[in-house]
């Protein structure tokens, strides 16, 4: 015979917790075995009933299924956690997702995508609501930030580069940042090779391109 799949239900709204589980209980080799109203309860009942699946609201008072996601995968490793929710904005989607999220639906599933999303989860298959993977695709589709040369420079560095693009002389660097004029060309010279520049012209250039120079 084969085992149940132990499901948890975390959600503020108790019509929901409700409707989900009465449709949950009709569905084969799937139990319910216990209902929390918030993350802190949800956190409760999963250490004491150990499910294999939690269905997890996103907004709730107090601990927020975020938060909660986080803290119960931290208890329970191999516990999957399927986001239920209204919500499909970007500051509670990639969030959860990142903090161990297995799966994502809107509340606006029907109830037999729900069990089927249960069941593949205790298989170890993720499922996503539709427009969730195609928010998913695109931010991976979308090219990554360039690194700007001058990121890589140091505070001090940077120091330099002001000064230098403000038509400053090695001696006048060292007087203002009371150095040596000696650690100022060994400054500069690092500048040059990380901005990929040939002299300091083109290295003044590059800060006032870059807003570098104030």
């Not at 999303?117 to 609501?129: C, F, H, T």
């Not at 500069?188 to 090779?193: D, F, G, P, R, S």
Request: hydrophobic share 40%; charged share 30%; net charge negative.
């Amino acid at each position: 015979m084969e085992r149940n799949i132990k499901v948890l239900l975390v959600d503020d709204h108790e019509m929901v917790r409700i409707g989900l589980a009465a449709v949950l209980d009709t569905e084969e080799g799937i139990e319910v075995i216990g209902e929390a109203g918030s993350g802190e309860e949800g956190l409760r009942l999963a250490k004491e009933y150990k499910p294999d699946v939690v269905l997890m609201d996103l907004v709730m008072d107090g601990m927020d299924g975020i938060e909660t996601t986080r803290e119960l995968l931290k208890l329970q490793p191999d516990c999957k956690v399927i986001v239920l929710t209204s919500y499909l904005d970007d500051e509670k989607m990639y969030p959860v997702i990142e903090a161990g999220a297995f799966s994502y639906l809107l509340k606006t599933s029907r109830a037999t995508e729900i069990a089927d999303a249960i069941r593949a989860a205790d298989r170890g298959q993720s499922v996503l609501e539709s427009q969730v993977a195609s928010k998913m695709m695109n931010r991976f589709r979308q090219p990554p930030a360039q690194i700007k040369a001058h990121e890589d420079l140091t505070d001090r560095e940077m120091d330099v580069l002001r000064l230098l693009a403000q038509g400053k002389s090695n001696q006048d660097i060292a007087d203002t940042l009371i150095i040596g004029i000696k650690t100022v060309k060994f400054h500069v010279t690092n500048i040059l090779a990380k901005l990929d520049v040939d002299d300091r012209t083109q290295a003044a250039i590059y800060a006032y391109k870059n807003g570098l120079a104030e």
